[in-house]
């Protein structure tokens, strides 16, 4: 190629160029405004979303979705689902929780949990309705029995032994052979 026709050319590129610098130039102010717009647009956008998390029509809406049925039973569905589930054993997984709870432990959390836990009368109320059932008063029933049968074996193989050695002592000092002990009686009567 040669000197003259690189001169072409770049008169030609330039020659080009001016519509776009021309169309560049007829648009910075649009430019500016554009920018200008998209910038207020943002701001009634940002105080629309604080004022409709600001209003109590949001706490309503989500107080009416959470009662609903279909919602409740998308939740029991999704609760049941096997992504949940690999969900949870991701967590465990990863070791997520146990730092949780080490942190919970750490930071005296699980302390103030017992100490409320422990001033609350919920609890307690808890604890006298759990006492009170049938099935509790009869597990203690059944314990004490037990308690009672090994008491009652402890005393009589106590009472056995005395016997026999009262009775050893008393042969002694009469002067009496010692007695032939009968058959030890079957432990199930």
Do not use: Y
């Not at 992504?83 to 070791?95: E, M, Y």
């Not at 949990?113 to 029933?141: G, K, M, N, Y």
């Not at 016997?163 to 002592?169: F, G, I, P, V």
């Amino acid at each position: 190629m040669s000197e003259n026709d690189d001169t072409r050319s770049s008169r030609a590129r330039a020659l080009l160029g001016i519509p776009g610098r021309a169309a560049e130039i007829s648009l910075k102010p649009m430019a500016g405004m554009v920018g200008r717009a998209a910038a207020a647009g943002a701001e009634v956008e940002r105080r629309a979303v604080d004022r409709v998390l600001d209003s109590a029509e949001l706490e309503r809406v989500l107080d009416a979705a959470i009662d609903s049925a279909r919602i409740q039973a998308s939740l029991e569905r999704a609760l049941d689902s096997d992504g949940v589930k690999r969900l949870v054993d991701r967590l465990f997984d990863s070791g997520l929780l146990a730092r949780v709870i080490d942190r919970m432990f750490d930071s005296g959390l699980i302390d103030q949990v017992f100490e409320r836990l422990l001033a609350s009368d919920a609890l307690w109320h808890l604890i006298d309705e759990v006492a009170a059932s049938p099935a509790v008063t009869a597990a203690i029933s059944q314990q004490g029995l037990g308690f009672a049968d090994q008491v009652g074996d402890e005393v009589r193989g106590r009472s056995r032994k005395a016997d026999d050695w009262l009775e050893r002592a008393a042969r002694r000092l009469a002067h009496r052979p010692p007695r032939v002990a009968p058959p030890e009686p079957d432990p199930g009567t």
